[in-house]
């Protein structure tokens, strides 16, 4: 969902949020979420059933309705290379993090249940290196993965850092100084500050502390 409201936030789009529990879901959800996931987008303006439940089909479609300014490259290569990156990030990348770090930790303790330190240890160590490595090399010495201006790529890689950053992890900066560096400065955009900050209010609540 932090996805698309950064999406949301970098055009200047307002929206209503209502907030769904992925533990308990409304009846028909089903039938909004095929894959019982979240975000669902509703565009009222395009009829009353007009439903899209997935990030990265919401995405391409605020694109599409709200052309400026641009989260997708032009060029036919770049383009592709952005779209390779938000699934790389959305689906191997989020699910090992989403599993291994976040589930573990903070979804264990929204449940009053004790976090599996062990692990999500076990995990970063072991498991995320592969995704740091590959993100450290794609950026190099630029501030962004694709051309000199924020990208979906850039978005959707940010995005899964900040569930690691809740559950107590983040990037060594001696290994990998250009990851470090370019999450530090797009978690503080604007779009990507407000969320975390109004994820960190919720989750302190609980003894958790934003790791980046």
Known sequence: ??????????KGLEYKLDPISPFSP??????LSPLKRIPVLRDESEGPDATLPDSSAISAYLER?????????????????????????DSDFIAT??????????????????PDK????????????????FFEKELGGREHFIGDTLT???IAVASPFVNAAHAG?????????????FLKTTHARPSF???????????????LKYAL
């Open 193 to 207: 500050a407000a969320c975390i900050t109004e994820e960190r209010k919720m989750l302190e609540r609980l003894g």
């Open 169 to 181: 992890f983040a990037p060594d900066p001696a290994r990998y100084p250009n990851l470090v560096r």
């Open 97 to 114: 993090i989403g599993g291994g770090l976040f589930r573990a930790v903070v979804v264990n303790m929204l449940m009053r249940k004790e």
């Open 26 to 31: 409304p009846e028909n959800f089903h039938e």
């Open 152 to 154: 979906i790529a850039d």
């Open 65 to 89: 309705k709200h052309p400026n300014p641009p989260l997708y490259p032009s060029q036919p290569f770049a383009y592709g290379r952005a779209l390779w990156l938000e699934e790389y990030a």
């Open 118 to 133: 062990d692990l999500a240890t076990d995990t970063w160590e072991n498991k995320a290196p592969r995704f740091l490595k």
């Open 1 to 10: 969902m932090r996805k698309v409201r950064v999406v949301l936030a970098e």
